[in-house]
């Protein structure tokens, strides 16, 4: 299986709201770990948007591949550096409702432009459609970075400072993630959005 490098992880799960200069374009990458309840050995592997296909549709083809047991069930982890957009939300509906086997679990980094009506809607779907969204925080974040990442070059930076300050800057996010799941509520965009992380 292929790795991130670490520095890979670092730049691209970063949750900061605001990148320091050098800038850099932060990239949809999503992690899969699939666990067949057999106890059998997981399989791994990662995604980043292509130009005519996005990540999540990328883990999905690849997953059909597979040719799956369908008398078994399936435990179904993804990171995300971003979470799903509206219209990638309603394909993992789809894969999900017509593969009942697999249970589907996304942990993501970052909201996808969370202050936009569609991308809500799409995170609703998801919840409401038995594939629990949630915001990754300290276990999930330690979970990818050992089992997606190549530890063998020796690391400009103290891995652990760095998954507690990705720990740190989810609490707000998660906070954001809460308000969109409430049926009927709308967030007011990112003036309300900066309001409401200031609470912290």
């Known amino acids: 299986m292929a790795l991130l490098t670490a520095e890979t992880f670092r730049l691209q799960f970063n949750n900061k709201r605001r990148l320091r200069r050098p800038y850099y374009p932060r ?47 399936y435990q179904v982890t993804c990171y995300l550096t971003w979470s799903p957009c509206s219209s990638c939300a309603w394909e993992l509906v789809d894969f999900i409702k017509a593969h009942d086997h697999l249970n589907l679990r996304i942990f993501a980094s970052r909201l996808y432009y969370h202050w936009c009506k569609p991308q809500q809607d799409g995170l609703r779907l998801l919840c409401g459609s038995q594939v629990p969204v949630e915001v990754m925080g300290f276990p999930e974040f330690a979970d990818c970075w050992e089992n997606f990442v190549d530890h063998e070059k020796p690391l400009s930076f103290n891995p652990y400072k760095m998954l507690e300050e990705l720990d740190k800057n989810s609490r707000a996010i998660k906070r954001r993630l809460d308000r969109i799941k409430i049926p009927g509520v709308r967030a007011q965009g990112r003036y309300m959005d900066i309001l409401c992380d200031a609470e912290v």
Do not use: V, W
């Open 27 to 73: 990239k949809a990458l999503l992690c899969y770990q699939l666990t067949p309840q057999n106890g059998s050995t997981p399989t791994r592997g990662y995604f980043e948007n292509k130009k005519k296909c996005h990540a999540e549709i990328c883990f999905i083809n690849e997953i059909k591949s597979m040719g799956l047991d369908e008398t078994q069930c």
